[in-house]
């Protein structure tokens, strides 16, 4: 897999800071007005990206009352329909290309989930910049050959995926010719507990499908986020609202503005952190190393006395010379009068 992916001329990659994406999804409650406060939140949060979904009630499920159509798997949702949900969820398509315009005017990357053929073609109409694969359309085999063969980037929540399914993801995928897949690790479930989380699968990820990693998050708060960061992903997903109590199909499990701005805060300290694997000393540490532990006169001493665990003693500053050589010169005389605090040398040692 390439290792180096652009997106809306944004590099994602080993060496890049996080791709950091908002998710409106269904937040913004049918209102163009607030959709667009979600998307200047997102901006001034630090955002890099702000993603929709693109499809129908009709287009995503059928408007069907049976058992296997009822939401009753213990979710946020559980008490409707699939269709009913998403009748309330999905986002109007005569918005969307009113949307990115606005979005790209405030400097944020705009792109989509597709849920359907068709949802592709418009998608290319407005000419988005990459596709995100929702976790349960890691299935739709013929959703991702479509969507692999625009030739844009790809990228694949596996929140429901067995391995084998990941493999037939990407196997899909550069059968079409694309090898631009970035493989997010997700739980399903909304929100999310921290113990169904996992986050050691990301690196176990990254060594089995030699694709750019990254974290589609639904947990509360952003320690998650963090962490995943630090294990390697190099693209974070999280939901945005304005306010979880306005309501909403998503607004249970999505950040507040204030809470996705030190979120991004927090990643970028991470990432700076993080720096790279290195042994040498900084400036500042090679000044702080002055204050390591080395050999001093620890008493007044005159000429010819011996040297005792009494009177040299390995103690801070580091003025003296080496504590490796402590037990070489207990038991040697001293060459001459030396006061407490003078700090050891070989010329006060006396080898004859």
């Not at 939140?41 to 693109?54: C, F, H, L, R």
């Not at 407005?126 to 596709?131: G, Q």
């Not at 993080?274 to 620890?298: C, D, H, N, P």
Request: proline share 5%; net charge negative; glycine share 6%.
């Amino acid at each position: 897999m390439d290792k180096e992916i652009y997106i809306g001329g944004r590099l994602v990659s080993e060496e890049a800071p996080a791709f950091i994406i908002a998710e409106m999804s269904a937040n913004h409650l049918m209102d163009f007005d607030r959709a667009a406060a979600i998307m200047r939140a997102a901006k001034e949060a630090g955002a890099d990206a702000i993603k929709i979904q693109t499809y129908t009630p009709d287009s995503i499920t059928l408007n069907c009352d049976d058992p296997c159509f009822q939401i009753t798997q213990g979710t946020i949702w559980d008490g409707t329909t699939l269709h009913k949900l998403y009748e309330t969820a999905y986002t109007p398509w005569e918005w969307q290309p009113e949307l990115k315009k606005t979005a790209e005017e405030m400097g944020l990357i705009f792109f989509s989930s597709p849920f359907d053929l068709h949802s592709i073609d418009f998608l290319e109409e407005m000419n988005v910049p990459a596709y995100k694969v929702a976790s349960p359309e890691i299935t739709d085999i013929p959703l991702l050959k479509k969507i692999a063969g625009t030739g844009k980037p790809v990228i694949i929540s596996t929140g429901i995926a067995y391995m084998a399914d990941i493999e037939l993801a990407l196997r899909t995928c550069r059968e079409a010719g694309n090898e631009q897949v970035i493989l997010l690790k997700c739980t399903s479930a909304y929100p999310s507990p921290y113990e169904d989380i996992h986050l050691r699968t990301i690196p176990s990820m990254k060594e089995n499908f030699d694709c750019i990693l990254g974290l589609s998050d639904h947990t509360m708060g952003s320690a998650v986020a963090g962490a995943a960061v630090a294990l390697g992903a190099k693209v974070v997903e999280k939901h945005l609202t304005l306010r979880r109590a306005d309501g909403g199909a998503d607004a249970a499990f999505s950040m507040e503005p204030e809470e996705f701005r030190k979120m991004v805060a927090d990643i970028r300290r991470i990432e700076k952190a993080l720096g790279k694997a290195a042994y040498a000393l900084t400036e500042k540490q090679e000044k702080t190393r002055t204050y390591s532990r080395s050999l001093f006169v620890a008493e007044d001493m005159k000429a010819g006395e011996l040297f005792t665990p009494e009177n040299l003693r390995s103690v801070r500053p580091g003025c003296g010379l080496h504590t490796r050589h402590y037990e070489e010169i207990l038991g040697k005389k001293i060459t001459r009068d030396a006061r407490m605090g003078t700090p050891m040398s070989w010329d006060l040692v006396d080898f004859s």
